[in-house]
């Protein structure tokens, strides 16, 4: 059983808010080009203690809704039963809607007609605004 949402808004939804966590958790960093990727600043063989952990939008649901061990490199495909909607979030925050439904198994009739948004990833409050415009969308399309 999943313990992520299976409708497409309600999953972005925990998404953002497991975003905000982990901005406020001093021990992640958010970088949306890493999926968990624990990290040190120790050199060569001295790698003992995990410093932070950089995680991207779905690293953040890794972290927080799945709460995995901070110390363990992860990526969707360390998670057969949520790894496609880990993967649809991805799509989502680039602004490819279709694409995410689409990992979601959403069928092809059900996919509303726009299917690309533009998404700032490099302003925190736009990405906030721009996945609310995408869950509203959704919303709209009972998605």
């Not at 989502?92 to 059900?110: A, N, Q, T, V, Y």
Request: glycine share 2%; with cysteine; hydrophobic share 40%.
């Amino acid at each position: 059983m999943s313990k992520l949402p299976d409708t497409p808004s309600k999953l972005i939804r925990v998404a953002l808010d497991d975003l905000e966590a982990v901005r406020n958790d001093n021990r992640y960093v958010v970088n949306f080009a890493e999926w968990h990727i624990p990290y040190t600043n120790k050199f060569a063989d001295q790698f003992s203690e995990t410093l932070r952990c950089s995680v991207c939008f779905a690293g953040s649901v890794m972290a927080k809704s799945l709460n995995v061990n901070i110390n363990v490199p992860l990526t969707p495909t360390d998670f057969p039963k949520e790894g496609n909607k880990l993967k649809a979030l991805d799509h989502f925050r680039r602004g490819h809607i279709r694409l995410g439904l689409h990992e979601l198994d959403i069928p092809r009739e059900k996919i509303p007609p726009v299917t690309v948004m533009d998404v700032n990833q490099r302003n925190y409050e736009e990405f906030v605004s721009n996945m609310e415009a995408i869950i509203a969308y959704l919303e709209k399309h009972n998605l």
